[in-house]
């Protein structure tokens, strides 16, 4: 049987989805997508600086790769909603990231806030992919709301800690049938998106991670390796851990008596 | 007249259109998105639409984001 990842109304070939911020360059950010075989992406609206030219982002983001506007900015429901809308009248597409923070030190989302955002927006016919605090209640009531997967943090934005809301993000892997898990968010290595996709995510998120690499497309890629691995090992079901040691190869038989 | 722009109060001349206004600085239009009292306004009617006393005007591009 296939394994198909499925949101909203697109199939992604890919369960690595990259975020584009932070980037040295365009052009790398442009290689790491290219590298990576994401099919999805996050960007953000913002003002523009009316004294300088800025290059046309969309320029360096292939063709045929689902752009996600997120609502980042927004710090309320109502401010989301404006943004999405803005986006979507400008051609940037139906999907998007819902994300409503309130404070600049720790940037946790308003679950509230997001769930409030997402019903308006559902409705409006977007694909909307809330990026949440991994509470189950918050997470049903997104589902009820017409999210078309849901977002809980691995861990604070841009801190590579890795998946501390793991026991949480299980819960939520194992309860929340309806729509996909995407864990966004702090995550740091490889590795822990490897673990996230073990765990059953459906897809992950990255953005610090890859970005702020030394080597930001060899990142990309090993990333994207990482998740397959992940997902592969998920689907092969791992086996469980022991308190005692299980032998290789069988007590008996030795060449000595 | 007085239009807000990205938030700040500007002093612009008498009827005044959108595609004029973008002209006066280095904006290159193809990126940008032009919201005027929360409508965005398509590129192709920049040069239609006259700017009012008191208009708020958000002009907005795409950037990299997580």
Redesign the interface.
């Given at each position: 049987m296939e394994d198909r990842f499925i949101i909203g109304d697109k199939e992604l070939k890919s369960r690595f989805l990259l975020g584009t911020g932070k980037f040295e360059s365009k052009e790398i950010m442009q290689q790491a997508i290219a590298q990576s075989g994401t099919e999805a992406v996050t960007v953000a609206l913002r003002r523009i600086d009316l004294e300088e030219t800025e290059e046309n982002i969309l320029s360096f983001i292939p063709k045929g790769i689902t752009l996600m506007v997120n609502t980042s900015g927004a710090r309320n429901a109502k401010e989301a909603i404006r943004i999405a809308r803005i986006a979507r009248e400008a051609g940037y597409g139906n999907w998007v990231k819902v994300e409503v923070i309130n404070d600049s030190r720790y940037l946790l989302p308003d679950n509230d806030e997001t769930i409030k955002a997402t019903e308006a927006l559902a409705s409006e016919g977007f694909v909307v992919l809330p990026y949440m605090h991994p509470d189950l209640y918050a997470a049903k009531a997104l589902v009820r709301a017409g999210a078309a997967a849901v977002m809980p943090l691995g861990s604070l934005i841009g801190s590579n800690q890795g998946l501390k809301m793991r026991t949480l993000i299980e819960v939520l892997i194992e309860e929340i049938e309806e729509v996909p898990v995407i864990v966004d968010a702090g995550i740091g290595r490889p590795s822990h998106a490897a673990e996230a996709m073990e765990i059953g995510a459906d897809a992950v998120l990255v953005n610090t991670a890859v970005a702020m690499a030394e080597d930001p497309v060899l990142m990309a890629v090993a990333f994207a390796r990482g998740v397959e691995a992940g997902r592969m090992a998920y689907l092969a079901r791992i086996g469980p851990e022991r308190a005692t040691a299980s032998a290789s190869s069988p007590l008996t038989g030795f060449l000595y008596d | 007249m007085k239009v807000i722009?990205?938030?700040k109060t500007m002093e612009l001349a008498d009827s005044m259109n959108l595609q004029d206004l973008v002209s006066v600085?280095?904006?290159?239009s193809?990126?940008?998105?032009a919201?005027l009292n929360?409508q965005?306004v398509k590129k192709s009617l920049w040069t239609k639409t006259v700017l009012s006393e008191g208009d708020h005007l958000?002009?907005?591009?795409?950037?990299?984001?997580?």
């Amino acid at each position: 049987m296939e394994d198909r990842f499925i949101i909203g109304d697109k199939e992604l070939k890919s369960r690595f989805l990259l975020g584009t911020g932070k980037f040295e360059s365009k052009e790398i950010m442009q290689q790491a997508i290219a590298q990576s075989g994401t099919e999805a992406v996050t960007v953000a609206l913002r003002r523009i600086d009316l004294e300088e030219t800025e290059e046309n982002i969309l320029s360096f983001i292939p063709k045929g790769i689902t752009l996600m506007v997120n609502t980042s900015g927004a710090r309320n429901a109502k401010e989301a909603i404006r943004i999405a809308r803005i986006a979507r009248e400008a051609g940037y597409g139906n999907w998007v990231k819902v994300e409503v923070i309130n404070d600049s030190r720790y940037l946790l989302p308003d679950n509230d806030e997001t769930i409030k955002a997402t019903e308006a927006l559902a409705s409006e016919g977007f694909v909307v992919l809330p990026y949440m605090h991994p509470d189950l209640y918050a997470a049903k009531a997104l589902v009820r709301a017409g999210a078309a997967a849901v977002m809980p943090l691995g861990s604070l934005i841009g801190s590579n800690q890795g998946l501390k809301m793991r026991t949480l993000i299980e819960v939520l892997i194992e309860e929340i049938e309806e729509v996909p898990v995407i864990v966004d968010a702090g995550i740091g290595r490889p590795s822990h998106a490897a673990e996230a996709m073990e765990i059953g995510a459906d897809a992950v998120l990255v953005n610090t991670a890859v970005a702020m690499a030394e080597d930001p497309v060899l990142m990309a890629v090993a990333f994207a390796r990482g998740v397959e691995a992940g997902r592969m090992a998920y689907l092969a079901r791992i086996g469980p851990e022991r308190a005692t040691a299980s032998a290789s190869s069988p007590l008996t038989g030795f060449l000595y008596d | 007249m007085k239009v807000i722009v990205n938030g700040k109060t500007m002093e612009l001349a008498d009827s005044m259109n959108l595609q004029d206004l973008v002209s006066v600085w280095k904006v290159s239009s193809e990126a940008v998105v032009a919201e005027l009292n929360e409508q965005v306004v398509k590129k192709s009617l920049w040069t239609k639409t006259v700017l009012s006393e008191g208009d708020h005007l958000e002009l907005v591009s795409l950037v990299g984001g997580g």
